[in-house]
Nanobody, 126 residues
Framework: QVQLVESGGGLVQAGGSLRLSCTAS????????MGWFRQAPGKEREFVAS????????NYGDSVKDRFTISKENGQNTVYLRMSSLKAEDTAVYYC???????????????????WGQGTQVTVSS
């Protein structure tokens, strides 16, 4: 059974940093582009960032560009999201997702991702 498990969420003050992790089990995701999405209460699920299977290509949503960094460690089957200069509006449940093997990484639509984690809560206090 394929599983994506997020960790690293929590409560942080505005201006602070957090690093989220997403570890895959059940199969290897070394050939899958990966992404992070987030969903705040009452809002649509929003694209945050994505990364190519090799880790050399990445894409970011406008609201997080220059503040968040996505990275991938294939040997550990793990993808990270480093979040800095956090704002209250970054508060949301953050989800890890994987594209089908071989698919491109420049995908911001949730419908293009085949696997999803259960999410981890990030709360930024102002």
């Amino acid at each position: 059974q394929v599983q994506l498990v997020e960790s690293g969420g929590g409560l942080v003050q505005a201006g602070g940093s957090l690093r989220l992790s997403c570890t895959a089990s059940g199969r290897t995701f070394s050939r899958n582009a990966m992404g992070w999405f987030r969903q705040a209460p009452g809002k649509e699920r929003e694209f945050v960032a994505s990364i190519s299977w090799s880790g050399f290509g990445s894409n970011y949503g406008d609201s997080v560009k220059d503040r968040f960094t996505i990275s991938k460690e294939n040997g550990q089957n793990t993808v990270y999201l480093r979040m800095s200069s956090l704002k209250a509006e970054d508060t949301a449940v953050y989800y890890c997702a994987a594209r089908p093997a071989g698919a491109g990484y420049a995908a911001s639509s949730r419908n293009l991702y085949a696997y999803w984690g259960q999410g981890t809560q990030v709360t930024v206090s102002s």
